[in-house]
């Protein structure tokens, strides 16, 4: 199981999400940890480098990015953020 670690804007982004949506958004990135190999709506984010690849997950109208450090067992979420206002 990877451990997740939100960066201090990803924190920011999380708080000002509606609690309804907050929770589902923990529930998927939880699940995602749990099992990263079985299929979720993750995507490499375009023109990412290759040392260090960036991902985004789909949850709902929700995005978020994100780093895997598959050495260390870790998921480092960058952002989170709607569709409509969301950058990769």
Known sequence: ?????????AEKD???????????????????????????????????????PRYRIRIGEYRATFFIYHNLLLIEIITIGKKNNFDY
């Open 1 to 9: 199981m990877y451990q997740i670690k939100l960066s201090r804007k």
């Open 14 to 52: 999380l708080i000002k999400i509606p609690q309804e949506h907050r929770t589902h958004i923990e529930l998927a990135l939880e699940k995602f940890a749990e099992h990263p190999d079985q299929r979720h709506d993750v995507v490499k984010v375009r023109d990412s480098p290759k040392v260090a």
